[in-house]
């Protein structure tokens, strides 16, 4: 199945070369002022463009297709779909059976026994997360007003001087090679209450959508696994008054699965881009053999760049989920 959620349901569709991606919400209640233009700033902070982005160029212009009428959703499923108009497909022509090392290629083929899409990775490409970080505009509108997102790189190919970011990226890409990075989202404004003591807890729910994003491997909480190297009177966040704002937040603004008031801080590990122009030796099922492959395609040196966004709005997504 392909669907998240409870009260914000989405479904995310379409393939990378297919004529169109996009997504479509439930749960979206009638009366919130929407248009196309509410969706530019954080689509423009996905955009390839930018030195480590991919060279494929998408205008990436939404358009609401169901939900809205006079400015404004109905309360009937949202949609919104996206056009794909630079494919060039010849480029996975090698990859079907030769499939790319942790990429999608070598799973895909197995579970859906051949019938998957392989152009451009198909359904498992990250030109999916167009939907996600649109779905992601549409929950920030249901959150409170107050609540503000700060999101930033923390780190790239292992660096954590911004001001060297640019340097480790034309390393990489000079060693025909890709990088990968850490995301980390602040979320301010939250109230006090979201999530519930088990299975559907703050941290699981934004942890859900998160390892949903192509190439998260990692999701860390406040101080997280370093966390773990502490003393309980190192991590331990005092309280200050009655509301329970804290002297420090180790926890990252969650206790017993619930957000607790403070800010939530959550930070993702996004891995290197698997498809790299450099030669890798891996097995052929049309040979049946180990052999060198050469990928084309065009791709993301560091595909955290891009992703920061979409982190953000997987945040977003799960905390609207929550909101009744
Ligand atoms: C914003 C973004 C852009 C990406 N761009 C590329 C890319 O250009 N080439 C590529 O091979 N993988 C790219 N990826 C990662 C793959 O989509 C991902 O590694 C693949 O689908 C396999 O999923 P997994 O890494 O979660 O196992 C990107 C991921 C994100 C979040
Ligand atoms: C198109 C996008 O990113 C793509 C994500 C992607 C992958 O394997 O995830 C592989 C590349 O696809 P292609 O070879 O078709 O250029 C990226 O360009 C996008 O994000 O909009």
Not at 34 to 54: I, K, N
Not at 188 to 202: C, I, K, N, R, W
Request: overall charge negative; glycine content about 12%.
């Amino acid at each position: 199945m392909n669907q998240f959620g409870q009260n914000f349901r989405l479904t995310v569709w379409g393939e990378s070369h297919g004529t169109q991606i996009g997504v479509s919400m439930d749960g979206v209640p009638a009366g919130i002022p929407l248009s196309e233009a509410d969706f530019a700033e954080d689509l423009a902070r996905r955009r390839s463009g930018a030195p480590g982005t991919t060279p494929r160029r998408e205008p990436d212009l939404p358009q609401i297709v169901s939900g809205i009428y006079n400015g404004h959703t109905t309360g009937a499923p949202l949609t919104v779909e996206f056009a794909n108009t630079n494919t060039r497909s010849q480029d996975y022509s090698n990859v079907v059976r030769h499939y790319r090392p942790s990429h999608a290629d070598l799973v895909a083929h197995h579970k859906f026994g051949g019938f998957n899409d392989p152009r451009g990775g198909g359904h498992f490409s990250a030109r999916l997360t167009l939907g996600l970080v649109a779905a992601g505009v549409v929950a920030k509108k249901l959150l409170p007003a107050d609540v503000r997102f700060a999101t930033r790189l923390t780190e790239i190919g292992g660096c954590t001087d911004p001001a060297r970011f640019d340097e480790v990226l034309r390393a990489a890409t000079a060693d025909r090679d890709s990088v990968g990075g850490i995301v980390e989202c602040r979320v301010q404004g939250v109230p006090l209450g979201l999530g519930e003591p088990f299975f559907d807890s703050a941290e699981s729910m934004i942890a859900h959508l998160l390892f949903a994003v192509p190439a998260v491997k990692g999701v860390e909480f406040g101080s997280g696994f370093a966390g773990a190297r502490l003393r309980g009177s190192e991590n331990n966040d005092c309280f200050t008054d009655a509301a329970g704002a804290t002297v420090t937040n180790h926890a990252g603004g969650i206790n017993g699965g619930i957000t607790n008031g403070n800010e939530i801080v959550v930070r993702a590990a996004l891995k290197p881009t698997p498809s790299i122009s450099r030669e890798q030796i891996t097995y052929n099922q049309d040979t049946d053999r180990v052999e060198p492959l050469e990928i084309r395609g065009r791709h993301d040196v560091c595909v955290a760049l891009r992703g920061a966004v979409v982190v953000e709005a997987a945040v977003a997504i799960a905390l609207a989920n929550f909101i009744r």
